[in-house]
């Protein structure tokens, strides 16, 4: 018999289908934030150099100072913030290009457009929690398995791989649905390629954002560990790939099981073996490794 294919319930459907277009209008806004910064630098005010943010407070105070007033310099120390008192000397050398009409009419065109997108998302946002409200019991057992904190994130999780985990029969199963499970492609005794699939391609890049986040925290030994183990004989790359396969498979069991995030209870710590000892040629490779010179 051919294996049924996954087809969640209408409600979940739903979910997706507006949390994948609240995805289209933050790449609009990114777009549309990339083109404000090409503005600025077509017109070689390079606010952009002394700012981590061009939308903050701050720096668009100064450019709104600039567009209100194209033909005077801004009094850049009356428009930061308290903050940035100490970076006005570079703020008052990144100012010193020239805006044409032009650029000035495109910035505001340009900054109406990621304003109105951002209503629009904030629009989205509620509907999608509205929609999301029966499903609050799953949303608190998400929450508790790291990087899932916001209601959103956990919500997003549930609209891509539903909220009945006994659809899938492994934690295995989802992650190779997920695309996030090698390929085992052997003819002849010959293997071929073992990537991933490319399948999940809404919900394996936010897996990776998710990942990326928590392995740069302490506060998860048990997945940062793993990380830096891997990213050592592996690569960044497939170790990320590694801990978004130990975060979905958490989401798994906490969701099959109806039970919070437990590493120990999940087999996510790794149980060291306080007996064994360290060889000579162990301690010296370990001795090198960490910068030490060895006679």
Request: glycine residues 4%.
């Amino acid at each position: 018999m051919v294996a049924s294919s996954f087809i969640p319930p209408l409600k979940i459907r739903q979910l997706r289908d507006l949390f994948r277009y609240r995805m289209k209008l933050t790449q609009l806004q990114v777009s549309e934030k990339n083109r404000y910064q090409n503005c600025l630098t077509w017109s070689n005010l390079q606010i952009a150099s002394v700012v981590s943010d061009v939308f903050g407070k701050s720096a668009q105070a100064i450019i709104h100072s600039i567009l209100d007033n194209p033909e005077e310099k801004p009094n850049i120390e009356q428009l930061v913030h308290q903050r940035m008192k100490n970076k006005v000397q570079d703020l008052e050398i990144a100012v010193e290009g020239e805006l044409t009409p032009e650029q000035a009419e495109k910035i505001r065109v340009i900054k109406a457009h990621y304003d109105a997108l951002a209503i629009c998302k904030e629009d989205l946002e509620t509907m999608i929690l509205e929609l999301g409200q029966e499903y609050q019991e799953q949303v608190k057992l998400i929450q508790t398995v790291p990087g899932f904190k916001e209601e959103l994130s956990a919500l997003r999780i549930i609209s891509e791989i539903g909220a009945d985990m006994t659809v899938f029969d492994t934690a295995g199963k989802l992650c190779s649905w997920a695309g996030l499970v090698p390929a085992n492609n052997e003819s002849a005794g010959k293997k071929y390629s073992t990537r991933i699939s490319k399948g999940g391609k809404y919900l394996k890049p936010f897996l990776g954002q998710v990942a990326n986040a928590v392995v740069k925290s302490d506060k998860h030994p048990e997945l940062r560990n793993k990380y830096l183990k891997l990213k050592k004989r592996r690569g960044h790359r497939k170790a990320i790939i590694a801990i978004c396969r130990r975060l979905l498979v958490a989401i798994y069991h906490v969701l099959l099981k109806q039970e919070c995030y437990n590493p120990i209870l999940q087999g996510l710590t790794e149980v060291r073996n306080p007996d064994k000892t360290m060889s000579l040629q162990d301690a010296i490779r370990f001795a090198q490794q960490h910068g030490f010179n060895v006679i």
